[in-house]
């Protein structure tokens, strides 16, 4: 399979998902669907994706929504374990935003 067969199957394997946005409501469309898009735009994503989707497209698609989830989650606990020692050491108060990029 050539380079260009293998990044149409994973686009291909994106497009099939974009249906199952309308079975949500809103912000959950956009959000779905912004996921979905950011899947093609990574370029570690989309070498990952092309290197596993020659069977697996699926599984492909679902282990890098899922490591994409991992890495939110492992930068919200940051985020709060630094609010948290601010407000152990008596620091400034909580500014109200933690940095997500």
Do not use: H
Not at 29 to 43: A, D, G, I, Q
Not at 69 to 87: C, F
Request: with cysteine.
């Amino acid at each position: 399979m050539t380079k260009e067969e293998e990044e149409n199957k994973s686009a291909m394997e994106v497009e099939s998902w974009k249906g199952f946005e309308y079975a949500l409501r809103n912000p959950n469309t956009v959000l779905f669907s912004k996921m979905l898009t950011e899947c093609l735009e990574n370029k570690d994503y989309v070498t990952a994706f092309r290197i596993k989707c020659q069977q697996y497209s699926a599984e492909s698609l679902f282990m890098v929504l899922i490591f994409e989830q991992r890495k939110t989650i492992s930068k919200l606990i940051e985020g709060m374990e630094s609010i948290q020692n601010r407000k152990n050491e008596g620091s400034a108060p909580f500014s109200g935003q933690i940095n997500l990029i």
